[in-house]
């Protein structure tokens, strides 16, 4: 199994800045994709940005230019630079590991962040 913790979700004003973290813990070697998902309310659950073990990023059309996704390995966590963020941004975000045993894939508890306009 793999263990996610997320932290670094709260409340902003539109135009902030935020950044989220998920430390993994576990079968961390059977990862070879980290992703993070956001939940607004009433929506279905997106995908946002996506970080795989050779570096390949992947993100959402919404968020390509204010968010970077990145890694570091050594703490076994995925960060999300969050920037100019927007009203539309409020969501739980939730970390993801796929692992190479797809489709066996891990969830974190979620986050909330929050951007007032």
């Known amino acids: 199994q793999v263990q996610l913790v997320e932290s670094g979700g709260g409340l902003v004003q539109a135009g902030g800045s935020l950044r989220l973290s998920c430390a993994a813990s576990?079968?961390?070697?059977?990862?070879?994709?980290m992703g993070w998902y956001r939940q607004a309310p009433g929506k279905q659950r997106e995908l946002v940005a996506s970080?795989?073990?050779?570096?390949?990023?992947n993100y959402a059309d919404s968020v390509t230019g204010r968010f970077t996704i990145s890694r570091e390995n050594a703490k076994n966590t995925v960060y999300l630079q969050m920037n100019s963020l927007k009203s539309e941004d409020t969501a739980v975000y939730y970390c993801?590991?796929?692992?190479?045993?797809?489709?066996?894939?891990?969830w974190g508890q979620g986050t909330q962040v929050t951007v007032s306009s």
């Open positions: 576990g079968r961390i070697f059977s990862i070879n994709r």
């Open positions: 993801n590991a796929r692992l190479s045993s797809w489709p066996e894939n891990y």
């Open positions: 970080i795989t073990n050779g570096g390949i990023t």
